[in-house]
């Protein structure tokens, strides 16, 4: 069975640099959660979209913005990176919301140098 | 106060034992995810539930409503179980998930 998938599984970028992150939910998942998970740490809601609109914001920086596409994948766009952003981030992709049926990708480890 | 805690937050075993991790929660709740993350690799679902016991293998998860809390047992514990497992509740009023600090089990031959 399908299952949600994130690209690249791994990136470094250098400070100030930009970093865009991909997910793409499983099929007909319209709902789809970014995570960040810092090193040693609990993972954190950043933001979620559902049916391409906003549906949620966390802890999310606002270097930091997203959107999801008329596929229903989702893109977190990251600005001026700074060394604090190394991170796994990951998504989840839902069903109308639902959260009895939260699917999760292998994430993108980021690297900040 | 953590909204979901759980315990041990370490865990140390020895092949074959019996293994229960333990979560708390204070927020309402429709549903528990019992999640496995190994060293540096990503989540992995293993249970949602949001009553009684759910069984995949030698896992078993349960959950009580009316006291907030929910178990993660593995029986037959293996090297290979070695990952943090994490706890994650859905608040009642919004679908995004909060997490338990995570329980690292380390399981020696």
């Known amino acids: 069975a399908a299952g949600v998938i994130q690209s690249p599984r791994h990136l470094i970028k250098e400070k100030r640099e930009t970093a865009t992150l991909k997910c793409y939910p499983i099929p007909r998942h319209d709902t789809v959660y970014w995570y960040q998970q810092g090193p040693g740490q609990d993972p954190q809601f950043l933001i979620s979209f559902y049916e391409k609109m ?21 893109e977190l766009n990251m600005s001026s990176l700074e060394l604090g952003d190394s991170a796994l981030y990951f998504c989840a992709s839902t069903a109308n919301r639902s959260p009895y049926e939260q699917y999760f990708g292998p994430g ?5 140098t | 106060k953590n909204e979901v805690e759980q315990s041990p937050q370490n865990l140390t075993a020895q092949e074959g034992e019996f293994i229960t991790i333990n979560c708390s929660y204070s927020v309402g709740i ?3 995810h019992w999640l496995q993350q190994h060293p540096g690799g990503g989540i992995v679902s ?18 009580n409503i009316q006291e907030k809390h929910s178990s993660l047992h593995i029986t037959a514990s293996h090297p290979r179980d070695s990952a943090v497992y994490i706890c994650a509740v859905p608040n009642y009023n919004t679908d995004k998930l909060i997490f338990g600090t995570g329980t690292r089990l380390q399981v020696f031959p």
Do not use: E, N, W
């Open chain 1, 108 to 112: 993108t480890r980021l690297t900040v």
């Open chain 1, 54 to 74: 906003q549906s949620d914001k966390g802890s999310i920086p606002d270097r930091f913005s997203a959107q999801q596409f008329s596929d229903y994948h989702s």
């Open chain 2, 46 to 63: 293993l249970f949602m539930l949001s009553s009684g016991k759910k069984k995949h293998g030698r896992l078993i998860a349960t959950i």
């Open chain 2, 30 to 32: 429709s549903a528990l």
